[in-house]
């Protein structure tokens, strides 16, 4: 099918929004029967879904908002997640001092003693209480922090997360349309009309029998600018920011700190030589919504987590330790919570189906954990309208690079595999890229076989991969989403980068 036919194709689906929740809702859709489109005006993940904590879990600290219902949706997707993507998403112990501004030890105690047990059959470790002078865990912390406890939870590379349930939703013949703007829609009895902006000098028009406003904080803007609806329920914007600095202790483990104003803030291990420190929560001017600027970090920002880390650990920070920081804008359901850090996590939906006419269902809040929980509900919504969708399939089906059972198992044989390629790069590329980690090396028996080196492990072959099989166009999309190589790479490296991948277009 040429591209031109595409376009004039009448879909069953539209997607609008091309995060966590819209790659999640094509795949399911398409795996059930139905022709998608997803159109996504930047780059997939480039807002929300690549600034979160890097956190599949089950949200420790709503319980004390009595949110039950959610916390128990989430450990379960926490361990569904878990066997389908061992590459992506992987266990990680969190370390909770206790000390003398922290909530009760008893409350504490209560709390892990439910999250141990609200989602069911668990293959992670329990909680335990535990002195840290005794354990791995001391000679970090202050000495006021003698005991605490430890638990588990899972970290996930984010951004990737949201790539490979793209792939498998083309791969299973979903349209994936990145930079790609829904720029207006009209319904037409049974159907919507669909106008998209490629950026190309001309609108594009395609046929829908039903759409999905999944624009996260856009999706107010995308109602009523674009699809001219009206809607009673809103979105409340709330900024989460993180910082990176040098890596702050050993240890694979995490730390999840309680503030000041009772918030609390995780440290984790991020990329090998670094830590992850996150995250606020401030609320956004609602009249910022649908602007197209990226969230900045603010200074008082900044100095919160540095003085949130500082009252726990012996090795203190500043600002000036901060060697990159990344900013996110939550779309979290309005439930008319005062105080941002209430406001609940939890997703709400509308659906708009005036008899005889095409549906539409938009999407207000949610969260990376609960995403694919979230498709099933709205194509469970959907099914009235589509007779001969199939059933739920997602929760057994492997990511793209997700068919293993042992992901250390996996990456010892790949390391063995290639004796002349360096072990931590292997490792690396078997982190981001799963089984396919073999399609992408190739016949490549030593690094030289790769092509150029930009620096920081990224090879030309790996650039060539993603521009090919990840629709990665610009270098912020391979060296801050899809990796984090921009870590590491020097200035002449990114330009390097930079001009490979406009020769490779233009190519």
């Not at 830590?275 to 970090?297: A, F, M, N, R, W």
């Not at 919504?381 to 690079?401: C, I, K, S, Y």
Request: aromatic share 8%.
């Amino acid at each position: 099918m040429t591209e031109m036919r595409a376009r004039r194709q009448v879909y069953d689906l539209v997607v609008i929004g091309g995060g966590v929740n819209g790659v999640w809702i094509a795949r399911d859709a398409v795996g059930r029967g139905l022709t998608v489109l997803l159109c996504e005006q930047d780059d997939l993940a480039s807002a929300t879904s690549s600034a979160s904590s890097k956190l599949i879990h089950g949200g420790l600290r709503y319980l004390e908002q009595r949110e039950f219902r959610l916390v128990r949706e989430s450990l379960k997707e926490r361990e569904i997640q878990r066997q389908n993507a061992h590459h992506l998403i992987h266990p990680m112990r969190f370390v909770l001092p206790v000390g003398p501004n922290s909530r009760p030890r008893w409350m504490l105690q209560l709390g892990l003693w439910l999250y141990d047990r609200l989602g069911g059959f668990q293959t992670l470790p329990k909680s335990e209480a535990l002195d840290f002078r005794a354990t791995e865990y001391g000679g970090v912390l202050k000495s006021e922090f003698e005991n605490g406890f430890v638990y588990s939870d899972c970290w996930v590379d984010d951004a990737r997360y949201v790539v490979v349930n793209a792939v498998d939703a083309a791969r299973r013949g979903a349209k994936i349309c990145t930079r790609t703007r829904c720029v207006g829609a009209r319904r037409e009895g049974n159907r919507w009309r669909v106008e998209l902006d490629a950026g190309v000098g001309e609108n594009l028009e395609v046929r829908a029998r039903a759409i999905v406003n999944a624009a996260g904080p856009w999706v107010s803007s995308v109602l009523t600018n674009v699809l001219g609806a009206n809607t009673s329920t809103s979105v409340k914007l709330v900024r989460g920011s993180h910082i990176v600095v040098p890596r702050l202790y050993d240890g694979d483990h995490a730390h999840i700190l309680q503030a000041s104003d009772d918030r609390v803030v995780f440290v984790m291990p991020f990329e090998g030589t670094f830590s992850l420190i996150g995250t606020t929560d401030v609320e956004v001017d609602p009249e910022d919504e649908g602007k197209i600027e990226p969230p900045q970090i603010d200074e008082s920002e900044i100095a919160y987590l540095c003085e949130t880390v500082n009252q726990y650990f012996e090795k203190p920070i500043s600002p000036e330790d901060v060697v990159w920081n990344f900013s996110g804008v939550r779309p979290l359901y309005d439930d008319g919570s005062g105080n941002p850090s209430q406001i609940t996590r939890d997703y709400v939906l509308e659906v708009d189906a005036p008899k005889g006419e095409a549906p539409l269902v938009s999407i207000f809040g949610g969260k990376v954990t609960t995403a694919r929980k979230l498709a099933e509900t709205v194509l469970s919504r959907l099914q009235p309208h589509f007779v001969n969708m199939r059933d739920p399939w997602t929760e057994e089906a492997l990511l793209p690079g997700g068919e293993m059972d042992d992901f250390a198992y996996f990456a010892d044989e790949l390391v063995e595999d290639y004796p002349d390629f360096e072990e931590d790069w292997l490792r690396g590329i078997a982190r981001r890229h799963g089984t396919q980690a073999r399609a992408l090396i190739g016949t490549s028996r030593k690094p030289t076989d790769l092509g150029w080196n930009f620096g920081g492990g990224l090879y030309a072959a790996e650039v060539d991969w993603m521009m090919s099989h990840e629709w990665a166009r610009e270098p912020e999309d391979i060296l801050w989403r899809r990796t984090k190589c921009g870590l590491v790479i020097d200035e002449q490296g990114a330009a390097s980068l930079r001009d490979y991948m406009s020769r490779s277009r233009s190519g």
